[in-house]
């Protein structure tokens, strides 16, 4: 056991190579669209709206498309069936998103310059934790829309839950839900990392000496 302890203590201790290094900054690089690109995209499809309505939620902002005038929509149909309008002060995530993927590159361009494996890997699964904390929250936020609607209501719904992926039939409406391009982005930037420590571990060849 005490074998054990040491050679992994001095796996986690060893110095990163210039290619995990690369795979570091390429990561980092692939942090930088989620400032400006879509982490989700919603479409909303019914009869009534045969072009479908779109909403875009980036690190900071939600954006509906058509210049913006669908999210107006979606806000207008949301206050018929008794939920909640849809406003950008109502999602703490979107204050706390951008800063969690400014630290996130700069631990990264840290581990990339002074780090050892050890930093890689805790880069690695505290952006897992950020990743898991973030899915749990996109559904709680659609959890409770949909199951907070007020009584008054115009039009009657029973409670529902929107898709968090994929399809749904809410009402007269065909719901789609699916990652957007900076979610794939930072899908990459998890490979790149665990890419970088498996290069710098290097166990292949440590076990061919043995």
């Given at each position: ?7 992994i ?10 290619k ?70 109502d ?18 361009l ?72 900076a ?10 990392l ?5 290069f ?11």
């Open positions: 056991m005490r074998s054990i302890f040491f050679w203590t001095e796996k986690l201790e060893k110095q990163l190579n210039l995990s290094r690369l795979m570091l900054l390429l990561a980092a690089i692939c942090l930088v669209p989620s400032f400006f690109t879509p982490l989700w995209s919603l479409e909303f499809w019914s009869y009534q709206y045969p072009e479908g309505l779109n909403l875009y939620i980036y690190s900071h902002k939600l954006v509906g498309g058509n210049d913006g005038n669908d999210l107006k929509e979606i806000n207008i149909l949301n206050h018929y069936i008794g939920m909640a309008a849809l406003e950008e002060e999602f703490l995530e979107l204050k706390w998103i951008p800063l969690a993927m400014g630290i996130f590159i700069t631990l990264t840290r581990a990339m310059i002074m780090g050892r494996i050890k930093a890689a890997i805790d880069v690695l699964m505290m952006f897992s934790y950020f990743g898991a904390f973030s899915l749990w929250s996109f559904w709680y936020k659609l959890h409770y829309y949909g199951h907070n609607l007020d009584p008054r209501a115009s039009v009657k719904v029973d409670p529902f839950m929107p898709p968090v992926f994929g399809f749904e039939q809410v009402g007269q409406f065909k719901v789609w839900s699916y990652p957007g391009i979610s794939y982005f930072l899908a990459l930037f998890s490979l790149l665990v890419l970088a420590i498996i710098s571990l290097d166990l292949k060849r440590k076990k061919s000496q043995s």
